[in-house]
């Protein structure tokens, strides 16, 4: 049985999508008013969420509800951008791995509202890692579109 070789670039080109994904951003420093939150309360980053207490279970769910609400735009921006009958078979299979972990998601985040104080701190890092998978999965599919323009 041979073995195939092992290519990083495919893995590295995806990470640094995932930390230009992630710094992207109109945003200028101090400027909150784009940021999720009411305004005299500045949006919270997701770092800050995973430390959220029961106390704040309501909080919680309502940033990341926002964050998914930006999520949904950018993924249905990249759906036009992106039609499925000029996806290859790669691009089809990493969307369909977003769509899953995004129904994953929104389940575990639903849940959130049935938590008590002692399920609470389980509930809160599920949805937390549920989310990462989600954000990694719609990674995979910059990295599955950049691979063909780029002339791999």
């Not at 070789?5 to 992207?24: E, K, R, V, Y």
């Not at 009411?38 to 940033?63: C, K, M, N, Y």
């Not at 078979?89 to 972990?101: L, N, P, S």
């Amino acid at each position: 049985m041979k073995m195939k070789s092992f290519h990083p670039f495919p893995i590295l080109l995806a990470s640094a999508g995932l930390l230009i994904f992630a710094g992207c951003s109109s945003e200028k420093p101090g400027d909150v008013s784009g940021r999720t939150g009411d305004p005299q309360t500045p949006g919270i980053r997701q770092d800050a969420l995973t430390s959220f207490g029961f106390d704040r279970r309501d909080e919680f769910a309502v940033q990341f509800k926002a964050m998914h609400s930006e999520f949904a735009a950018q993924l249905r921006e990249y759906e036009a951008k992106n039609p499925d009958s000029n996806a290859s078979d790669r691009q089809k299979a990493a969307m369909a791995e977003v769509m899953i972990a995004e129904g994953d998601f929104k389940h575990k985040l639903d849940a959130v509202s049935t938590a008590d104080a002692n399920s609470w701190n389980t509930a809160r890092d599920t949805v937390t890692a549920s989310w990462e998978r989600l954000q990694a999965a719609f990674g995979r599919i910059h990295a599955t579109s950049a691979l063909p323009s780029q002339g791999l």
